[in-house]
């Protein structure tokens, strides 16, 4: 029984019958509440019985992201009602409504930089994160970041990425120190199981960027004459609250490009489960290093697309591609 996911369920379980007994005491009797505490009180019974997480009708495990969001479901997705079937959509719906406002313009354009970014999720709604701002100070910010699993739950955390971000950055705080904060909140904020790898960069009016690569895939800085790795220095954040995060300083020439990108792309697989991989990307960059980022975008999408050959997207997926046109 004490897998981690039970005990902190069973936790949640239990602070709700501990709120609702006293609310019964405090607030009188009510149908209502009595219903409730049923509901809570048969949870805990199906938990000591070892039935707890288990469809009611196929008996297969519920969820996890779903009993998360609710200790108390009985049912599977798919052995919802058609009445619960529809609101889970129509909520869904709204949910990826929301995230879709929160990305930054699919074309951008600041000082002598442009940015081209694609945005794609598996399901309804994506984990993986992706920013664009601008300080006072003449200098813009790119994030590309995946948070650890998929779907609601991971969808979630973006959004909490998503604010935490645009808050430090308004700060105006040295690059490292900004990640380690937003590690340290992430990591007091979420589960111990959650983290996320990103890469966040300041570009300057002039052309210098700085770049931290906490845990992710290295970021592709397409020069003239050749092509350069970016590589994680650290680990992703939120897996530990006091993690130290070092940063990469560049000076990119006019036409340099940074190709920045989630494992959607590098780890898809085609109908004979074969990889995308790093290097056919790097390929591809390489030999149209010179195109506008939009472009550039466009030839890596339609890359991944001929060779995934119509096999199902299994991860989101982001792109960005950034050019420092001087
Ligand atoms: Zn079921």
């Known amino acids: 029984m004490a897998n981690p996911m039970e005990v902190l369920l069973r936790d949640q379980l239990v602070v709700r019958q501990q709120k609702l007994e006293t609310a019964l005491v405090k607030l009188g009797d009510s149908a209502n509440l009595r219903q409730l505490l049923r509901e809570v009180d048969a949870a805990l019974d199906r938990l000591n019985n070892g039935v707890y997480g288990l469809c009611e009708v196929c008996h297969d495990p519920v969820e996890t992201d779903r009993l998360l969001a609710d200790p108390l479901e009985r049912f599977c997705i798919d052995h919802l009602s058609p009445h619960e079937q529809q609101a889970l959509e129509r ?26 970014r694609h945005y794609e999720a598996a399901g309804v709604v994506s984990g993986d994160y992706c920013d664009l701002m601008t300080d006072g100070d003449g200098n813009f910010y790119f ?12 969808a979630m955390l973006m959004t909490q990425l998503h604010a935490m971000f645009r808050s430090l950055i308004s700060i105006g705080l040295p690059l490292e120190q900004l990640i380690e904060r937003a590690s340290s ?48 220095t650290g680990l992703p954040i939120g897996v ?27 780890e898809a697989r085609n109908s004979s489960d074969e990889e995308y991989g790093i290097e056919r990307l790097a390929k591809l960059a390489s030999e149209r290093h010179s195109l506008p980022p939009q472009s ?15 096999a199902r997207q299994g991860d989101d997926l982001t792109v960005m591609s950034i050019r420092w046109a001087g």
């Open 91 to 116: 909520d869904l719906a709204m949910a990826a409504r929301v995230q879709a406002e929160l990305l930054p313009k699919p074309d951008f354009v600041f000082g002598g930089w442009q940015v081209a």
């Open 240 to 266: 530990f609250c006091e993690e130290k995060f070092s940063c990469r300083k560049a000076q990119l020439a006019p036409g340099d490009s940074l190709l920045l990108y989630t494992d959607g792309l590098s």
């Open 143 to 154: 994030i590309l970041g995946d948070v650890s699993g998929k779907g609601v739950a991971a």
């Open 296 to 310: 550039l975008l466009s030839a890596c999408l339609e890359d991944l697309k001929r060779f995934s050959a119509g």
């Open 185 to 232: 909140l992430f990591c007091e904020s979420t589960l111990s199981t959650h983290y996320a790898t990103l890469v966040c960069g300041k570009g300057s009016r002039a052309g210098e960027v700085e770049i931290c690569n906490a845990g992710h895939l290295p970021v592709l800085w397409l020069r003239r004459d050749k092509i350069e790795s970016i590589e994680a």
